[in-house]
């Protein structure tokens, strides 16, 4: 599985992650923003940004953000441009977290249409399922891996980014046949080795990074 790590970059202006101007255009190899939100139940909100290539499928780190937040029931919303995910999935809870996610950006001729989580069930041993209210008031039920051995960065948020649909040339974008729930009868442990040890060759680098504040 070809991944590839991103890391944060640092924005001057905090509208890239809420204006429309970001959300047309885009085709295969272009640079897209997300932005991943971290929002705590006693209403404290983290905000990291990232720049990645459109249909490449990537992994986004966010070193010591358990650490930081390991006290807290916090979940993760994202978006890119204007559109949002339509709820926050959970991260931190009561004796771990889920570390491990996975969004889709899907587009129509390089327009985005929707942001949406794509987590699943992989191990039965260490799975949740979660209650989920949405910004339009409905309940969803999601399922995700939850962690309680959280040292080393273990449960540090590994966001994995996929992309559904097509490019403004109308070129059908690829990276969404290898996305998360396409391997719903593999273990997480089955599907994601490499890409776990990839995560652990860099994570000391940026151990120290702590999360930004909106």
Sequence with gaps: MLLFILFPIVLSQTQICQTSEFNSGYKKGDHIVIC????????????????LKVDQYTALLVSGTYQS?????????????????AYGTPYTQSGGAFPIQSIVVQMIQGSIIDVFWDNVCFDGGQCEQNSITTTTGSTVSENNDFVTQCTGGACDPKVYVSFLGTDANGQYYTSNGIRMSKFRQYSAAQIFTNTQNAFNDVIDEYSNYTLSTK
């Design 36 to 51: 991943l939100f971290f929002q705590t139940t006693d209403n404290q909100l983290y905000r990291q940004v990232y720049q």
């Design 69 to 85: 937040l390991s006290t807290k029931q916090s979940s993760i919303w994202a978006n890119s441009g204007s559109i949002p995910t």
